[in-house]
C-alpha cells in the first residue's frame, strides 16, 4: 500500500522559507513516477504548486515559479518543497501525492499538514 | 492557465437522489479530465479519470462524461457516505488546473 506523510514546520514567519518533506512507503522513488505538491487555503480550493520527476526534472506553476523549489531525494525515497518569500497568502494545507507512471492521475495523497504564515 | 469552473457550487440532495455537477474548462481540454472527492479534513480521493473512467474501487455510483470544454460528474443514488466537495481537475495543459469545488450535502 502507497503511502505518503507530510512533515515539516507548521509555523513560518513572513518572509521566510517553508519547508516540507514527503516521505514515500511502498513505492520506490527511482520508478517512472512523478511526484506533486498540492495546496489547498483555509476554506478554498486546491491549487497545483508543481512536481518533480526521478530524475529532478521538475515542472512548476507559473504563479509560484520565483518561488519554489522541489528536490528528490531517492536514497531517502522523498522529495521536498521549498517556497521563499512567503507571506500570509500562503498560509494552506500542502498536500503531497502521487501521479502514477505520468498519467496525470494523482491517485495516492499524503494526509496533508497546515502551515501557518504569521509573526 | 485553463480555467475551470464548476456548478452549482453546492447543493442539497435527499439520500437515494440523483446528484449531477457540471465542469466547465476555458478551452478545449479534450477528455484530459480528473474528478476527486474531498471528505472534511481529508484529503482529496481519486475518484474518475480521462473525463469518464472510474478508478478502480470506486463504487459505481459514480460516473463521468463530457469531452471539449463540458463535463458532467453525477452520482446515481447520493449516499450519506457520498458527502463531500467535489472537484474537477484538467490535465490537458501545465499547470494542472481545479475548479472552485462542488459540495454536496444531504437534505
Known amino acids: 500500500q502507497v503511502q505518503l506523510q507530510e512533515s515539516g514546520p507548521g509555523l513560518v514567519k513572513p518572509s521566510g522559507t517553508l519547508s516540507l518533506t514527503c516521505v514515500v512507503s511502498?513505492?520506490?522513488?527511482?520508478?517512472?513516477?512523478?511526484w506533486s505538491w498540492v495546496r489547498q487555503p483555509p476554506g478554498k480550493g486546491l491549487e497545483w504548486i508543481g512536481e518533480i520527476y526521478r530524475s529532478g526534472s521538475t515542472n512548476y506553476n507559473p504563479s509560484l515559479k520565483s518561488r519554489v523549489t522541489i528536490s528528490v531525494d531517492k536514497s531517502k525515497n522523498q522529495f521536498s518543497l521549498k517556497l521563499s518569500s512567503v507571506t500570509a497568502a500562503d498560509t494552506a494545507v500542502y498536500y503531497c501525492?502521487?501521479?502514477?507512471?505520468?498519467?496525470?492521475?494523482?491517485?495516492?495523497w499524503g494526509q496533508g499538514t497546515l502551515v501557518t504564515v504569521s509573526p | 492557465d485553463i480555467q475551470m469552473t464548476q456548478s452549482p457550487s453546492s447543493l442539497s440532495a435527499s439520500v437515494g437522489d440523483r446528484v449531477t455537477i457540471t465542469c466547465q474548462a476555458s478551452?478545449?481540454?479534450?477528455?484530459?479530465l480528473n474528478w476527486y472527492q474531498q471528505k472534511p479534513g481529508k484529503a482529496p480521493k481519486f475518484l474518475i479519470y480521462d473525463a469518464s473512467n472510474l478508478e478502480t474501487g470506486v463504487p459505481s455510483r459514480f460516473s463521468g462524461s463530457g469531452s471539449g470544454t463540458d463535463f458532467t460528474f453525477t452520482i446515481s443514488s447520493l449516499q450519506p457516505e457520498d458527502i463531500a466537495t467535489y472537484y474537477c481537475?484538467?490535465?490537458?495543459?501545465?499547470?494542472?488546473?481545479f475548479g472552485p469545488g462542488t459540495k454536496v450535502d444531504i437534505k
Open positions: 511502498g513505492d520506490s522513488m527511482s520508478r517512472s513516477n512523478w
Open positions: 501525492a502521487r501521479d502514477k507512471d505520468g498519467s496525470r492521475k494523482l491517485d495516492y
Open positions: 478551452q478545449d481540454i479534450g477528455n484530459y
Open positions: 481537475q484538467q490535465y490537458n495543459n501545465l499547470p494542472f488546473t
